[in-house]
């Protein structure tokens, strides 16, 4: 180390009676370097499309024709599978693919690698391997809320303003103006039996499953609002479905970020629940030792937002607080 210091990169220092260097060859660069652009965020979703532009590079004085071609993962598309590419003499050229993955693929793998080749007409072949995250698909019920104030039953004709509570007029406009513009939700109310929830869908014999008639969701990233779930403008809760699958046997960390209440089921078990506000991280709240199974696992969470907002996260790890994330899960389409 120090002798490859003062030999390279230091003028003012010498070391006497030191040994020659061995002479350390700088590896040869290929005759095409690959590499690659996305156009938007690196992930996809079950029914998504997203572009890539593939770029060669030509590090040689003469020109070159190659064959460009991409690898993708099973069941998945792309509209040009390869090309003829050819390249002047320490020139670039760029080739624009765009890959989708079917509304009917079966299970979308959260870590995906696809292989860019360029096979130079008469010489070697370069690959260069690259990555689109996959999105965490859930099934999304809702919105669910109740009115402000209680209604009974009206004959035809009949006027609610008498149920409207106030024991002077500033409460009754209050809760007049509230039953007409607001709602309520309670995380206890079970606006869905989530017993109803098989543990494992069945596709094979379509078995009825309530979760296969929610709305297929993709997330793409940790941190979920019920506001990108639903437009639905006041107070409500939603319900999300994900079928997990666990590639083995794991006992792990679960961290979850809020900023509403909550509920999380697991295989139909209650393992985590929340009834405050909070302002998001995404270590709200802790569950620790987790025992999460090889083969498909059933998540359910139910989502508050009682206010403009609310945030969740849900991260399965290796351990507690700041410890490396899962990424080799993968979400069966319920659709399929």
Not at 125 to 148: C, E, K, M, S
Not at 223 to 232: P, R, T
Request: contains cysteine; hydrophobic residues 40%; negative net charge.
């Amino acid at each position: 180390m120090g002798l490859h210091f003062t030999e390279h990169l230091s003028e003012n220092v010498s070391i006497e009676n030191a040994p020659k260097p061995p002479v350390i060859a700088e590896p040869a660069a290929p005759p095409v370097v690959i590499s690659v652009e996305y156009d938007g965020m690196p992930a996809i979703g079950i029914g998504d499309a997203r572009r890539v532009s593939i770029a060669f590079a030509n590090t040689t004085d003469e020109a070159i024709t190659g064959m460009a071609s991409l690898a993708v993962p099973e069941g998945w598309l792309v509209d040009e599978s390869s090309t003829t590419v050819g390249l002047a003499a320490n020139a670039t050229a760029s080739w624009d693919v765009a890959i989708s993955v079917p509304e009917d693929i079966a299970v979308l793998q959260e870590t995906n690698f696809l292989t860019a080749t360029f096979a130079i007409d008469g010489g070697e072949t370069v690959d260069y391997r690259f990555g689109l995250i996959g999105a965490a698909v859930w099934q999304v019920f809702g919105p669910f809320w109740q009115n402000r104030v209680k209604m009974p039953h009206l004959e035809l004709g009949e006027s609610y303003y008498k149920h409207i509570p106030g024991s002077n007029d500033e409460e009754y406009a209050d809760n007049g103006r509230a039953y007409h513009l607001n709602t309520d939700v309670d995380i206890n109310r079970e606006y869905m039996d989530v017993s109803g929830f098989p543990l494992h869908s069945n596709p094979e014999t379509q078995v009825p499953d309530a979760a296969r008639d929610g709305r297929l969701v993709n997330t793409y990233e940790d941190k979920i609002s019920v506001n990108d779930l639903v437009g639905f403008q006041g107070p409500c809760a939603v319900y999300m479905v994900r079928r997990l699958i666990c590639p083995e046997d794991r006992t792990l960390g679960i961290h979850i970020g809020h900023t509403d209440a909550y509920k999380l089921w697991i295989n139909g078990k209650l393992v985590s629940e929340r009834d405050n506000v909070d302002w998001w991280t995404a270590e709200n709240a802790h569950i620790l030792n987790f025992p999460l199974a090889q083969g498909e696992n059933t998540v359910v969470v139910k989502l508050v937002r009682r206010s403009d907002k609310a945030d969740f996260s849900l991260i399965f790890a290796r351990g507690s607080s700041c410890t490396e994330h899962y990424i080799d899960f993968a979400s069966r389409n319920p659709n399929a």
